[in-house]
Structures are given as structure tokens and as C-alpha cells.
């Protein structure tokens, strides 16, 4: 069976047992938040070694090609260009179609206060170098880090460093060997986190306040994912087929996003997807693909936007002043590359920077939200992750373009 068949078989087995099974007055909610708990943390157990040992590989190969800068600038492009058209698109879909304003009602929960640059910077960077393999989510992207460095380095005396490449190259193959095992067991047990958000929302007495608004953001969101995306790759070189099959490929990762809300859980998935559903070589693959996990979170910024519109105009009879929406768009942007720590609960946090910035000293004032947070969260995330797929491919196509144009040359200058 495909890996998109089986996610989408536990997806529906999910959605069955999330309507079918009694509440309990809570406990079974409770049970299936700790099977979700384990779960997530099975599904990123192979994460980070293999995210190493790929990005050290990938590297190197790109040193060899000599593409290692040209890769990483158009990966950093594309990243800024995503993420600032993603909150542009909310911001677009929320000033034509302005969704119902939500009563400000009392919500009892604990305010996030997020960190500082500095606390992120002290948290990420640890003290010494080999505690960086035993830190937790803020540690991910100087695993990368390390793993871009050492692959910088391997190339420049292969007779010493000859061994190191060949452990890393069979390190990668092992490690993504096990995760073809891992991911295509764990489509079947989506099952349990789809449960868990169905039976949430069956609890959650005020959610019909947000119809509106949750068909205003879902449907930017979706046309975001699976309209635009294909067609921006059309544009640039895919046939039609392709850039529809690219939609079925990224079915499983954008699965694994939307049904535990986690981006590091669904990266696995992804790296899966985007070597085997769009042929993307190891060299983009293994680089692009992680570094985006963390440090582009187009998803979270557009829906973290588009929900702080909505507080902000539930909160106040007066319009949003040009300058203010600006601000609020811009911060959004920004804010969004300081989530790379924050694998689920990206749109909580960015929702409270901005309510710091913007609240107009109602830090508080997102918890209106607080009835549609799961469903939110899980929006954003899985627009996350098929943001990676789309920066992913498009790189690799990029490449595979200027590298057939760059032979043709040569063909026709031997000619």
C-alpha cells in the first residue's frame, strides 16, 4: 500500500473513532492525549540523528558541485518569499471577507510569555559542544549547524577525511532505511491524534462563535496549499501532471501536520515523500528539507496573523489603522523565524508576541481563542509542512533546470 493510502487510512479510522467513541466526561480524552503524547515522540525519535548525518552528506555532495551557497541563498529566498506571501494572503481573506467579530469572553489558561532573542539564543547555543546532542527542541537547529560544518569540511583532504564521509553516507542510508519502517507503520496509527482532535471539538461548547472565521482561514489556507503551490512549480518548469502529483505526494507529511499539530513529527514523513513521490536528490533533500523545518514557518505566521486580526477587531468597535495592520503584518513575518524551538504551539507563541507588541495592554486578549487553538495549531502545521515540501521541490528544480542548461552549453560549445 502507497504511504498516502495508509495515512489516509488512519486519518478516516480516526475521524470513525473520534465520533464513535463516548467522552466519558473527559477520561477518554485524557487517554487519548497520552497515546497522542507517545506517539509524537515515536515519530520524531529518528529525527534529529538522521537529520545530522543527511545534512553532513548533502553538504558535501553540494561541495562537490560546488552549489553549496547558491543552494542555500535561493532555499533562503523562497523561504522570506513564502512566508511574507502566506500573512499577505490572510491578511487579503481577512479584509474581504471579515469574518464575524467573536464576543470577548473569559478564558482561564496561562498566558504564554515568550522568550527573548537572547533567551532563544542562550537556550539554543549550548555550553559545550557535545551537549548538543542531549539539549531538546532548541537544539535542533545547531545539530544542523554542526552537521553543515563538518560536511564543509570533509572536502578538503579526502585521504583523512575519507573514512568520516563514508561512516556519515552509511549512517544516512541506515537511518532513512528505518524511517521507510517507522513512517509506514505510523500512517496507520494517525488514527489515535485524529481521534483525540475529533473528541475535543465534540467538547468544546463555543465553537460555532467561529464558524466564520474557521472558514474564512481553512479555505486561504488549503488555497494556499494545494492551489498556489502546484501552480508557482507549474510555472517554473513541471508539467501539469507533475504539479498535481505533487498534491498526492505531500497527501502523507500534510496528514501527519494537520492530525498532531507538530512540524518535527511530520519531517520524517516528509523527507520520505519528497525523495520518493518527487524524486528530489539527496544533496536539496538532505539540506532543504530540515533547515525549513526550522526556520520557515509560513503556516504559523499566517494564521497566527489572521486570528490576532480577528481579536484585535473583536476587542475594539474602531477599524484596524493602515499603519497598524502593516505593523502587525510585518511582526508577524519576523516573529515567525524565532518559532524554530517551537515545534507545536507555533501560533500560541507568535500569538502572544503579538499581543505583547500590538494588545493595546491586553497581553491576554488572545485567549478568546482558546475553544479553537487545537484546530488552529494543526492549520498552521500542516500549511508548514507543505510549505517545506513546496521550498523543497522547487529548489531541486531549479537546480535540475540550470543544470540541464548549464550541459546543453558545454553539449553545443563541444559541438
Same mark, same amino acid.
Given at each position: 500500500? &502507497?504511504?498516502?493510502?495508509?495515512?489516509?487510512?488512519?486519518?478516516?479510522?480516526?475521524?470513525?473513532?473520534?465520533?464513535?467513541?463516548?467522552?466519558?466526561?473527559?477520561?477518554?480524552?485524557? @487517554?487519548?492525549?497520552?497515546? *497522542?503524547?507517545?506517539? $509524537?515522540?515515536?515519530?520524531?525519535?529518528?529525527?534529529?540523528?538522521?537529520?545530522?548525518?543527511?545534512?553532513?552528506?548533502?553538504?558535501?555532495?553540494?561541495?562537490?558541485?560546488?552549489?553549496?551557497?547558491?543552494?542555500?541563498? &535561493?532555499?533562503?529566498? @523562497?523561504?522570506?518569499?513564502?512566508?511574507?506571501? %502566506?500573512?499577505?494572503?490572510?491578511?487579503?481573506?481577512?479584509?474581504?471577507?471579515?469574518?464575524?467579530?467573536?464576543?470577548?469572553?473569559?478564558?482561564?489558561?496561562?498566558?504564554?510569555?515568550?522568550?527573548?532573542?537572547?533567551?532563544?539564543?542562550?537556550?539554543?547555543?549550548?555550553?559545550?559542544?557535545?551537549?548538543?546532542?542531549?539539549?531538546? !527542541?532548541?537544539?535542533?537547529?545547531? $545539530?544542523?549547524?554542526?552537521?553543515?560544518?563538518?560536511?564543509?569540511?570533509?572536502?578538503?583532504?579526502?585521504?583523512?577525511?575519507?573514512?568520516?564521509?563514508?561512516?556519515?553516507?552509511?549512517?544516512?542510508?541506515?537511518?532513512?532505511?528505518?524511517?521507510?519502517?517507522?513512517?509506514?507503520?505510523? =500512517?496507520?496509527?494517525?488514527? $489515535?491524534?485524529?481521534?483525540?482532535?475529533?473528541?475535543?471539538?465534540?467538547?468544546?461548547?463555543?465553537?460555532?462563535?467561529?464558524?466564520?472565521?474557521?472558514?474564512?482561514?481553512? *479555505?486561504?489556507?488549503? @488555497?494556499?496549499?494545494?492551489?498556489?503551490?502546484?501552480?508557482?512549480?507549474?510555472?517554473?518548469?513541471?508539467?501539469?501532471? %507533475?504539479?498535481?502529483?505533487?498534491?498526492?505526494?505531500?497527501?502523507?507529511?500534510?496528514?501527519?501536520?494537520?492530525?498532531?499539530?507538530?512540524?518535527?513529527?511530520? *519531517?520524517?514523513?516528509?523527507?520520505?515523500?519528497? &525523495?520518493?513521490?518527487?524524486?528530489?536528490?539527496?544533496? $536539496?533533500? =538532505?539540506?532543504?528539507?530540515?533547515?525549513?523545518?526550522?526556520?520557515?514557518?509560513?503556516?504559523?505566521?499566517?494564521?497566527?496573523?489572521?486570528?490576532?486580526?480577528?481579536?484585535?477587531?473583536?476587542?475594539?468597535?474602531?477599524?484596524?489603522?493602515?499603519?497598524?495592520?502593516?505593523?502587525?503584518?510585518?511582526?508577524?513575518?519576523?516573529?515567525?523565524?524565532?518559532?524554530?524551538?517551537?515545534?507545536?504551539?507555533?501560533?500560541?507563541?507568535?500569538?502572544?508576541?503579538?499581543?505583547?507588541?500590538?494588545?493595546?495592554?491586553?497581553?491576554?486578549?488572545?485567549?478568546?481563542?482558546?475553544?479553537?487553538?487545537?484546530?488552529? !495549531?494543526?492549520?498552521?502545521?500542516?500549511?508548514?509542512?507543505?510549505?517545506? =515540501?513546496?521550498?523543497?521541490?522547487?529548489?531541486?528544480?531549479?537546480?535540475?533546470?540550470?543544470?540541464?542548461?548549464?550541459?546543453?552549453?558545454?553539449?553545443?560549445?563541444?559541438?
Amino acid at each position: 500500500m &502507497k504511504l498516502w493510502m495508509r495515512y489516509i487510512a488512519g486519518t478516516v479510522a480516526g475521524i470513525a473513532l473520534g465520533v464513535l467513541v463516548p467522552a466519558s466526561g473527559g477520561d477518554t480524552l485524557i @487517554v487519548l492525549g497520552h497515546l *497522542t503524547d507517545i506517539l $509524537i515522540r515515536l515519530g520524531r525519535f529518528l529525527l534529529f540523528p538522521m537529520a545530522f548525518f543527511a545534512m553532513i552528506i548533502a553538504v558535501d555532495e553540494l561541495r562537490d558541485d560546488r552549489r553549496t551557497f547558491a543552494v542555500l541563498w &535561493k532555499s533562503l529566498v @523562497v523561504t522570506a518569499v513564502t512566508v511574507a506571501g %502566506a500573512v499577505a494572503a490572510a491578511l487579503v481573506a481577512m479584509l474581504v471577507f471579515q469574518p464575524q467579530r467573536v464576543p470577548p469572553m473569559v478564558q482561564e489558561s496561562t498566558v504564554v510569555t515568550p522568550p527573548t532573542v537572547f533567551e532563544l539564543l542562550r537556550t539554543a547555543i549550548p555550553r559545550n559542544g557535545f551537549h548538543v546532542f542531549s539539549l531538546g !527542541e532548541s537544539a535542533f537547529a545547531m $545539530i544542523l549547524l554542526l552537521a553543515l560544518l563538518v560536511g564543509w569540511t570533509l572536502r578538503y583532504d579526502r585521504e583523512i577525511t575519507s573514512p568520516v564521509s563514508l561512516v556519515a553516507d552509511s549512517a544516512n542510508r541506515i537511518l532513512y532505511r528505518l524511517n521507510q519502517y517507522f513512517t509506514g507503520v505510523l =500512517g496507520f496509527l494517525l488514527a $489515535i491524534p485524529v481521534g483525540m482532535v475529533v473528541v475535543q471539538l465534540r467538547e468544546t461548547p463555543d465553537l460555532a462563535l467561529f464558524t466564520q472565521f474557521l472558514i474564512v482561514i481553512g *479555505t486561504t489556507v488549503v @488555497v494556499v496549499g494545494v492551489v498556489i503551490y502546484p501552480v508557482v512549480l507549474y510555472l517554473f518548469g513541471r508539467d501539469p501532471a %507533475a504539479a498535481l502529483r505533487w498534491v498526492t505526494g505531500m497527501t502523507a507529511p500534510g496528514l501527519a501536520a494537520l492530525s498532531s499539530g507538530d512540524v518535527y513529527f511530520a *519531517t520524517p514523513t516528509l523527507a520520505r515523500a519528497v &525523495k520518493e513521490e518527487h524524486g528530489v536528490p539527496r544533496r $536539496i533533500g =538532505g539540506s532543504a528539507t530540515y533547515a525549513l523545518a526550522v526556520f520557515n514557518r509560513a503556516g504559523s505566521a499566517m494564521v497566527a496573523v489572521a486570528a490576532f486580526l480577528l481579536v484585535i477587531r473583536s476587542y475594539t468597535a474602531l477599524e484596524i489603522g493602515v499603519g497598524e495592520t502593516a505593523g502587525i503584518v510585518i511582526a508577524g513575518v519576523l516573529f515567525s523565524f524565532l518559532l524554530g524551538r517551537t515545534p507545536a504551539g507555533g501560533v500560541t507563541l507568535l500569538l502572544s508576541y503579538l499581543a505583547i507588541r500590538y494588545g493595546r495592554g491586553m497581553e491576554e486578549s488572545y485567549l478568546i481563542l482558546l475553544p479553537i487553538i487545537p484546530v488552529l !495549531e494543526r492549520l498552521g502545521a500542516w500549511l508548514d509542512v507543505m510549505t517545506h =515540501g513546496f521550498v523543497t521541490v522547487l529548489v531541486a528544480d531549479m537546480e535540475r533546470v540550470r543544470r540541464s542548461t548549464t550541459d546543453g552549453v558545454h553539449t553545443t560549445a563541444r559541438g
